[in-house]
């Protein structure tokens, strides 16, 4: 264990010197190379904060007026079929906008239902199983400027909708 530790902290350093010396031994400016990098990432960062402020403003309004809570409600009786807290609906919503909210949700669950829960493990497994997929789609198509999206969003929300099967089967499975 204390090998893959060490490797562990050792491998981004090694990379990063295998870099370097790969540079220097082909003559070439590594600086400049990497001053440009870093101009390339700034304008990459520049174009996508417009939309990352509106999806975790709209989250947050979505949040703060309690919609997921009301949504809870609106779906008591399936829940409790599923053997499900309305809070884990919420996360399965918020995940597509946001991993970051939707990672304090679940560790809302974990303090109110406990991690060893079959609410927590759901709302693990979800966040394991699930992308961001309107965040993911919205920040790449964003900084590329792409207009036309065909089938991504039906595909991104197949392959979630997926992920929350399997989700629910593990659960089923541990529980």
Same mark, same amino acid.
């Given at each position: 264990?204390?090998?893959?530790?060490?490797? =562990?902290?050792?491998?981004?350093?090694?990379?990063?010197?295998?870099? #370097?010396? !790969? $540079?220097? +031994?082909?003559?070439?400016?590594?600086?400049?190379?990497?001053?440009?990098?870093?101009?390339?990432?700034?304008?990459? &960062?520049?174009?996508?904060?417009?939309?990352?402020?509106?999806?975790?403003?709209? &989250?947050?309004?979505?949040?703060?007026?309690?919609?997921?809570?009301?949504?809870?409600?609106?779906?008591?009786? #399936?829940?409790?079929?599923?053997?499900?807290?309305?809070? &884990?609906? %919420?996360?399965?919503?918020?995940? !597509?906008?946001? =991993? +970051?909210? *939707?990672?304090?949700?679940?560790?809302?669950?974990?303090?109110?239902? $406990?991690?060893?829960?079959?609410?927590?493990?759901? %709302?693990?497994? #979800?966040? =394991?199983?699930?992308?961001?997929?309107?965040?993911?789609? =919205?920040?790449?198509?964003? %900084?590329?400027?792409?207009?036309?999206?065909?089938? +991504?969003?039906?595909?991104?929300?197949? *392959? *979630?909708?997926? $992920?929350?099967?399997?989700?629910? #089967?593990?659960?089923?499975?541990?529980?």
């Amino acid at each position: 264990m204390n090998l893959i530790l060490f490797l =562990s902290n050792c491998i981004i350093p090694v990379l990063i010197l295998y870099i #370097v010396c !790969l $540079g220097l +031994t082909m003559r070439l400016n590594i600086f400049d190379i990497f001053i440009e990098g870093v101009k390339d990432g700034l304008k990459t &960062v520049a174009g996508i904060i417009p939309t990352l402020i509106g999806l975790l403003t709209a &989250v947050g309004v979505l949040r703060a007026a309690d919609v997921f809570g009301y949504l809870g409600k609106i779906c008591a009786p #399936v829940l409790e079929k599923l053997a499900m807290a309305p809070e &884990v609906l %919420s996360l399965m919503f918020i995940k !597509l906008f946001s =991993s +970051t909210a *939707a990672t304090g949700l679940m560790l809302d669950i974990f303090t109110q239902y $406990g991690v060893d829960s079959r609410n927590g493990w759901l %709302s693990a497994l #979800v966040l =394991s199983c699930t992308e961001s997929c309107i965040y993911t789609m =919205s920040i790449y198509y964003m %900084s590329q400027k792409i207009t036309k999206t065909r089938w +991504t969003l039906a595909g991104a929300l197949t *392959a *979630a909708v997926a $992920g929350i099967g399997a989700s629910f #089967v593990l659960t089923g499975m541990i529980y």
